[in-house]
């Protein structure tokens, strides 16, 4: 895959954000942190992405419309002044001279409703708990056109190439992912993000063992549920199973490269719907390295129903040698409906 011109503008911004999260990540500040309305943590990291991606996409392409998770309308409290700062700090690192007004006017222009032909959706730190535990995070960006997914990057500034490396030890460089359809998945160190891409291809078989990828943050997936339906495939292959816990998008991104067979997202509670910005970049990622994703019926994942997957439940990325077993499973304990 040789990126084009839109693709690299989307490798050099998560490029050039992952650099300033690190940075962010290895000097922060406790006090640097806002809890927002669900009880979730937000960080500079957080904004300053956020703002960095807007500002990349823009000075490329213009006005172009874009759903963040992000909003900036706390910094602007009298009381998140020290946050404030500490943002625009951090975005001085890409644009020096940068102004307040031109950091939090980037944060709030990734307020589109998802209603466009043609937008971008970016989760500016995916796994924020795992930024804060100085483990495994993410940067998401994609590109979405008439409801389908079309370019997805995937930046992991902890995951390091080699896959023998524990997850819980983030590496001395990351790796950033790249993907649009029908053009397969590269893989670069991310302080080489114009060096020599490496194709990444999904397992075609479980080599000894299944190896999953389980959400860190119990409140995430049930694991309960997710190791029931793996359990029985693993059973029915004969194989033991390793279980592979961190944190972010970066999941797909460990399947997609071949070092997992699965990853499931199991629902928690009945009335939780997905958000686009937490699959589309990973699901791209993952799709064209040759893993299959879907919801935990089989159905694929619907981006035509505005900011959130309404007519998906869970989601099962996995290698395509076990993910049909996978929803037979699924199907077969009767997990599918609602949690209780």
């Given at each position: 895959?040789?990126?084009?011109?839109?693709?690299?503008?989307?490798?050099?911004?998560?490029?050039?954000?992952?650099?300033?999260?690190?940075?962010?990540?290895?000097?922060?500040?406790?006090?640097?942190?806002?809890?927002?309305?669900?009880?979730?943590?937000?960080?500079?990291?957080?904004?300053?992405?956020?703002?960095?991606?807007?500002?990349?996409?823009?000075?490329?392409?213009?006005?172009?419309?874009?759903?963040?998770?992000?909003?900036?309308?706390?910094?602007?409290?009298?009381?998140?002044?020290?946050?404030?700062?500490?943002?625009?700090?951090?975005?001085?690192?890409?644009?020096?001279?940068?102004?307040?007004?031109?950091?939090?006017?980037?944060?709030?222009?990734?307020?589109?409703?998802?209603?466009?032909?043609?937008?971008?959706?970016?989760?500016?730190?995916?796994?924020?708990?795992?930024?804060?535990?100085?483990?495994?995070?993410?940067?998401?960006?994609?590109?979405?056109?008439?409801?389908?997914?079309?370019?997805?990057?995937?930046?992991?500034?902890?995951?390091?190439?080699?896959?023998?490396?524990?997850?819980?030890?983030?590496?001395?460089?990351?790796?950033?992912?790249?993907?649009?359809?029908?053009?397969?998945?590269?893989?670069?160190?991310?302080?080489?993000?114009?060096?020599?891409?490496?194709p990444v291809r999904a397992r075609s078989h479980a080599p000894g063992a299944l190896t999953v990828c389980e959400s860190v943050e119990a409140a995430h997936?049930?694991?309960?549920?997710?190791?029931?339906?793996?359990?029985?495939?693993?059973?029915?292959?004969?194989?033991?199973?390793?279980?592979?816990?961190?944190?972010?998008?970066?999941?797909?991104?460990?399947?997609?490269?071949?070092?997992?067979?699965?990853?499931?997202?199991?629902?928690?509670?009945?009335?939780?719907?997905?958000?686009?910005?937490?699959?589309?970049?990973?699901?791209?990622?993952?799709?064209?390295?040759?893993?299959?994703?879907?919801?935990?019926?089989?159905?694929?994942?619907?981006?035509?129903?505005?900011?959130?997957?309404?007519?998906?439940?869970?989601?099962?990325?996995?290698?395509?040698?076990?993910?049909?077993?996978?929803?037979?499973?699924?199907?077969?304990?009767?997990?599918?409906?609602?949690?209780?």
């Amino acid at each position: 895959m040789h990126p084009d011109s839109t693709l690299r503008v989307a490798i050099d911004a998560v490029a050039a954000a992952g650099r300033v999260a690190r940075t962010v990540q290895r000097d922060f500040n406790r006090n640097h942190q806002i809890i927002k309305d669900d009880q979730s943590p937000v960080t500079v990291a957080d904004f300053a992405v956020q703002a960095i991606v807007a500002m990349a996409l823009k000075d490329a392409f213009g006005d172009v419309p874009i759903v963040g998770e992000e909003r900036a309308g706390v910094l602007r409290l009298p009381e998140q002044a020290e946050v404030r700062r500490a943002v625009v700090e951090a975005v001085d690192r890409y644009r020096t001279g940068v102004r307040d007004d031109d950091v939090l006017g980037a944060i709030d222009g990734c307020n589109h409703d998802a209603s466009a032909e043609a937008y971008w959706t970016l989760d500016p730190i995916d796994g924020t708990k795992g930024f804060l535990r100085g483990q495994q995070y993410a940067i998401a960006l994609a590109l979405i056109e008439a409801g389908r997914v079309v370019l997805g990057v995937l930046g992991c500034p902890n995951l390091p190439l080699q896959t023998d490396h524990p997850f819980d030890h983030p590496g001395p460089h990351g790796t950033i992912y790249a993907a649009r359809v029908g053009c397969g998945t590269g893989q670069w160190p991310d302080h080489e993000s114009k060096g020599q891409e490496v194709p990444v291809r999904a397992r075609s078989h479980a080599p000894g063992a299944l190896t999953v990828c389980e959400s860190v943050e119990a409140a995430h997936s049930r694991n309960d549920h997710s190791r029931r339906v793996l359990q029985r495939v693993a059973q029915d292959l004969g194989l033991a199973i390793d279980y592979a816990r961190l944190d972010s998008q970066c999941k797909y991104a460990v399947v997609a490269r071949g070092q997992a067979d699965a990853y499931l997202r199991m629902p928690t509670h009945k009335s939780y719907v997905e958000k686009i910005w937490d699959h589309a970049a990973g699901m791209m990622i993952a799709e064209e390295a040759g893993a299959v994703v879907s919801d935990i019926a089989g159905a694929r994942l619907d981006f035509t129903h505005g900011q959130r997957l309404e007519a998906n439940r869970g989601i099962v990325c996995a290698s395509g040698h076990i993910h049909g077993m996978i929803i037979d499973a699924i199907r077969d304990l009767d997990l599918a409906s609602a949690p209780q």
